[in-house]
């Protein structure tokens, strides 16, 4: 499974980077919208340092809510870096931008996924990514993770090669479940991708060897 980092942080990308364990990044308005208050940044030159930093597909958000204006902005992003994919919202207009972007070979996002409907039609809209929140899905009393199995079947059943993003990530056992489901990316925020690396049998293991050593060494 792929890994995205979910976050327009420059300094979390470059930390992340560095250990070359991200194959992507996804963005929305909210995450860019604070990555600009904290930089002071415009949004095309944090897009251009994060294209600078990963190699991967870097999801970046229209803010249109109407056909022409999403191609418009869809456009203007991709002039960017040609690594950046359009992430477009569910909706009717969306998809008559998403149908237009595949015909010129531009790749899209679906977001703000909740049914497994709104994935099937975004997958014939011809999306080149869907993305399920399962987190906020979870946060109404729902099973996020659910949702995704039933994508993942979906498009099984009718060979779509629009590949399923695990979003809205709030904790490790989303990322484990999504792997063994088979997900094609889980998007995980950088804090979770901290607690990816913790067990408290692996912080006793290396406590443990370091006091041995230190003992024999006196
Ligand atoms: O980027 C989309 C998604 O991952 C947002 O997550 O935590 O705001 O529900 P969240």
Aim: charged share 25%.
């Amino acid at each position: 499974m792929k890994i995205f980092l979910d976050t327009a942080n420059l300094e979390e990308i470059k930390n992340s980077a560095e250990a070359n364990l991200i194959d992507g990044i996804t963005t929305n308005p909210s995450l860019m919208a604070r990555e600009i208050k904290r930089t002071g940044l415009e949004s095309t030159d944090i897009l251009k340092q994060i294209t600078a930093l990963v190699n991967g597909p870097i999801s970046a958000e229209v803010i249109s809510k109407d056909l022409e204006g999403m191609v418009r902005e869809a456009k203007e992003l991709k002039a960017i870096a040609p690594q950046i994919v359009i992430k477009i919202p569910m909706t009717f207009d969306g998809m008559k931008a998403v149908r237009r972007l595949r015909a010129e070979g531009i790749d899209t996002n679906v977001t703000l996924v909740f049914s497994a409907n709104q994935a099937l039609l975004a997958a014939k809209a011809g999306a080149t990514y869907v993305s399920p929140f399962v987190g906020r899905l979870d946060d109404i009393g729902n099973d996020g993770m659910n949702l995704v199995g039933e994508i993942l079947t979906i498009f099984e059943n009718y060979n779509y090669k629009t590949k399923v993003i695990v979003a809205s990530v709030r904790h490790p056992k989303h990322v484990k479940e999504a792997a063994l489901m088979g997900a094609d990316i889980a998007t995980i925020p950088y804090k979770i991708l901290n607690k990816l690396f913790n067990h408290c049998l692996t912080d006793q293991g290396i406590e443990r060897f370091d006091n041995d050593w230190k003992d024999a060494h006196k």
